[in-house]
């Protein structure tokens, strides 16, 4: 569960933000104040999301790609046979 959450996190915290609306239409008579705590708590939850996407991307960035060693082979074979 925790693996679904941690891939999904964005997908998860967007269907509680739509259940809000929701809850106002089907339950009339919750208070202001419930709906506020509410939303406040997802909006906490979309900033960790966001941080934790932005931390994955910045991860991915540093990784070196497969392509770049066949780039470099590339410009040696290159280099080899303009030397011929």
């Given at each position: 569960m925790n693996s679904f959450i941690?891939?999904?996190i964005v997908r998860?915290?967007?269907?509680?933000?739509?259940?809000?609306?929701?809850?106002t239409a089907w339950y009339p008579a919750i208070p202001w104040e419930a709906l506020v705590a509410a939303?406040?708590?997802l909006?906490?939850?979309g900033e960790l999301?966001?941080?934790?996407?932005?931390?994955?991307?910045?991860?991915?960035l540093h990784e070196t790609s497969?392509?770049?060693?066949?780039?470099?082979?590339?410009a040696e074979l290159t280099k080899?046979?303009?030397a011929r």
């Open positions: 941690s891939t999904h998860v915290v967007a269907a509680l933000a739509a259940l809000i609306p929701l809850l939303a406040a708590a909006l906490g939850a999301a966001q941080r934790h996407e932005d931390n994955k991307t910045v991860s991915a497969p392509l770049d060693s066949a780039a470099w082979l590339q080899v046979e303009q």
